[in-house]
Structures are given as C-alpha cells and as structure tokens.
C-alpha cells in the first residue's frame, strides 16, 4: 500500500464535514465509538471496504459491522427484523449492541465476509453519530488496529497502527467502555445468543429477553475445523507481542506466585495495588469488571512499549462486565491459564 499522510484531526464540526465528504468518496477514516476506536467506511462501496480489509490485514471471510445513526434505518439493509430485535432496540439503541440480521443486498459480499447476515450497530458516541448523519451513508467499522492486536481506546493508538494507511484519524477522546459491542444473534423471537460478550451484560438482556444463551466459544477454544457462529471466534484476537498468561486465583495467591516468578522482562498485571508496593513490575487495569474493560487494551499496548516479554494477568471475575473482560484476556493468551 502507498503510504499517505494520516490526518489526526480534533471533533470539530468542521472536521466532521471533511471527514464524511470523504467517507463519501470513499476514503476509509479512525473514528472514535463509546465501545472502541473504529475504521470507517462507506458499507455499501466494496472499494472502500476493501481498503478496510486491507488496513488491517484482516481475514476476508471476517464480517465488518454496520453502524447506522438510527434503528429504524435498520429495514433499508436487512431483509427481516424480527420483533424482539424492536424491543431491544427500545432499550440498548443507540449503544453497544450489535445485532445480526439478514441482510439484503444493499451490503455488498465484501462486507459481510460471504454471509448472508450483517451485523447493526447504532453506536452512541456523539462524533461519531454525527459523522452517520453528516455522511447519509452506511458506516462499515471494525476495531482500527492491526489484525490480531488489541484494539484501540484512543485516538493515538489508531494513529499507532493505521499512520500512512489511511486519510484521517478523528480524535474523540478515550472510548468510555473500552471493549467492543455485544454481538447478539436471534434465536428465536424471544431468544437471543451472545455471540461475543460485552458491556450490554446477559442480565440486561435478559429483561427484554425470555432466554439469552452464552455462545459455547465465548470461553472455550475454536477447534480446527470446528464449525462457529460467528467468524471472529476463530482468529487469533487482542495480542500484543508479549506473551501473555492467565493466573486465577485469589489476590493473595497471586501476589505470592508473583513473588516467586519475577525475573527481568516479566511484568504481572494486577487489579490494584490499593497503595501498596510490591518487589515486582507490575501495572494495574481496575478494581471493578468496567474499570478493567475501559483500562484492559491501553495496558496490553502498554506493556508492548515498555519492553515485557511475558506477562501474567490476575484473572478477572467472569460476572457481567467481567465475562466481556475475561473473554477478551483469554484469547490474547492463546487460552494459556494457570489455576493456582
Ligand atoms: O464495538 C464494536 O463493535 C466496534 C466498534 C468500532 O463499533 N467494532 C468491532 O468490530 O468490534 P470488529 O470487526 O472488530 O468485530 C466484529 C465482530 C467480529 O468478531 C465478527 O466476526 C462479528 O463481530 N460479526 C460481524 N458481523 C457478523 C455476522 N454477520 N455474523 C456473525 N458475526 C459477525
Ligand atoms: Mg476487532
């Protein structure tokens, strides 16, 4: 690919006319979300969708979400919207929740990785709502990092991974949740599956739905072969080049392994150090499932600029939030887990 000038721009109204003239053209652009940074671009050109896939170095049977600035837009794009996908939208849109729908062939191929689905987003960060609106078009939009790499939570880890790819990164501030939507598939009309996990928890759905089922490869491992609901489970996800390993276990058991696993280039990531100090490096990514899901992604980028070669992470409860927390830490550790 030819390498361009990467604009990183502020949210300026200004800004966001440039940016959604450009969409229009073609041009694929880093936009901040409330969930995580995304690359843009206009789902209906397979042109631009192909620069997406490009990019990234992203497989291409892996679907791209489609980000709408209102649900009721939803019908132009899908051939059938059942019920209960209404009463979800009545509670969760706009937000992170993507809900996979049949499509019609308004979404080209390309986009959905050869599916006959795609997958809806109305996402509720302000820039980026007006950039949906400014734009008039359909808005394709992975995570902007490099394949396989945690995703970015700000504007400079877009600019980290996509400068000279791409025409502009939009600066929205830290995304405030800080992992990707919640993927959901329909069952039925009152039963949904999540197929990736996220901060629209399976309790809350739970309150519009008779029955939510956790997709078996949320927490287990994609066999070779083995047939999966959506095409994002079986890559390699949320890596940085350091090696990571899971540890459960209670904090004090941790604290001791640390102890006795510390050597140089071995950094411990732990919830919290409430004040005190240890006899290891470590870094902290929060007391609480949402502290650890907006801090998670900065601390794995971290921890690749500061040398760790390996790194042991405290586990994280698997409740609510945390089953978004933990499914995306067990995959940047190749499901490697230590149980203490
Ligand atoms: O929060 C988010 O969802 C962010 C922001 C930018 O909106 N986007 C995002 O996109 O995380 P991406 O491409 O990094 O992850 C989308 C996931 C992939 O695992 C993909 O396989 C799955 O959703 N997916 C997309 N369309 C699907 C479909 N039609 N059927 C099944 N899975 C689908
Ligand atoms: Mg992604």
Do not use: W
């Amino acid at each position: 690919m030819i390498d361009m000038e990467t604009l990183l721009l502020n949210s300026s109204e200004e800004n966001i006319q440039k940016v959604a003239y450009a969409l229009k053209k073609g041009e694929i652009i880093g936009i901040p979300t409330e969930t995580v940074y995304g690359l843009a671009g206009n789902a209906s050109d397979e042109n631009a969708v192909r620069k997406i896939f490009s990019a990234k170095g992203r497989p291409a049977d892996n679907p791209l979400i489609v980000h709408l600035a209102d649900f009721s837009q939803a019908c132009e794009y899908t051939s059938f919207i059942p019920d209960l996908a209404y009463r979800l939208a009545e509670k969760f849109c706009p937000g992170a929740l993507t809900m996979v729908l049949p499509k019609n062939d308004r979404i080209p191929m390309v986009t959905s990785g050869g599916l006959d689905t795609v997958g809806i987003r109305i996402p509720s960060h302000p820039v980026m709502h007006r950039i949906l609106e400014v734009s008039g078009v359909p808005i394709a939009a992975p995570s902007a990092n490099i394949s396989g790499y945690p995703s970015p939570t700000s504007a400079q880890h877009v600019m980290r991974d996509m400068k000279g790819k791409i025409f502009a990164v939009v600066d929205g501030g830290q995304s405030q949740y800080g992992v990707e939507s919640t993927v959901i598939s329909f069952e039925d009309n009152n039963s949904v599956r999540i197929l990736r996990p996220g901060c629209i928890t399976r309790n809350m759905l739970l309150e519009v739905c008779r029955e939510v089922i956790i997709d078996r490869a949320i927490l287990n491992e994609v066999q070779e072969g083995q047939k999966v609901s959506s095409p994002g489970m079986k890559y390699k996800h949320y890596s940085p080049k350091a090696d990571i390993i899971m540890v459960e276990g209670s904090e004090s058991d941790f604290i001791e392994f640390a102890e006795k696993h510390n050597s140089e280039h071995t950094y411990f990531l732990i919830h919290s150090a409430d004040g005190k100090t240890f006899p290891f490096r470590y870094l902290e990514y929060g007391r609480n499932s949402s502290e650890q899901a907006h801090f998670l992604f900065s601390r794995l980028r971290e921890l690749d600029d500061i040398g760790a070669e390996k790194v042991y992470v405290h586990a994280p409860v698997k409740d609510d939030v945390g089953l978004a927390v933990y499914n995306r830490l067990i995959r940047s550790a190749g499901f490697e887990v230590i149980t203490l």
